[in-house]
Nanobody
Framework: QLQLVESGGGLVQPGGSLRLSCAAS????????IGWFRQVPGKEREGVSC????????NYADSVKGRFTISRDNAKNTVYLQMNSLKPEDTAIYYC????????????WGQGTQVTVSS
């Protein structure tokens, strides 16, 4: 079964950190660009960050630049999103997705992991 599985979400205080993981099973992530998205109920899903298959071209939404870092370990078939200096407005369900280009429609989606930033 081809799937992406996110993990690492949870409850954290403002200013805290979390690291999300996106692991693939049934296929290799090596040939895909991987994006992280987030969605708050009632709002549109937004792109947070994306990394190319080689890992050389990460990009970030303005709202997370300087606080979030995307990385990948192709040997472990996993992509990470390190989130620092978290704010309440970062609260959302975070999804990872695999595509053939960071601007292309994703082919595979994970099920999502909840991130809640609250005191």
């Amino acid at each position: 079964q081809l799937q992406l599985v996110e993990s690492g979400g949870g409850l954290v205080q403002p200013g805290g950190s979390l690291r999300l993981s996106c692991a693939a099973s049934g296929f290799s992530l090596n040939y895909y660009d991987i994006g992280w998205f987030r969605q708050v109920p009632g709002k549109e899903r937004e792109g947070v960050s994306c990394i190319s298959s080689s890992g050389s071209i990460p990009n970030y939404a303005d709202s997370v630049k300087g606080r979030f870092t995307i990385s990948r370990d192709n040997a472990k078939n996993t992509v990470y999103l390190q989130m620092n200096s978290l704010k309440p407005e970062d609260t959302a369900i975070y999804y990872c997705a695999a595509s053939l280009g960071c601007g292309a429609s994703p082919i595979y989606w994970g099920q999502g992991t909840q991130v809640t930033v609250s005191s």
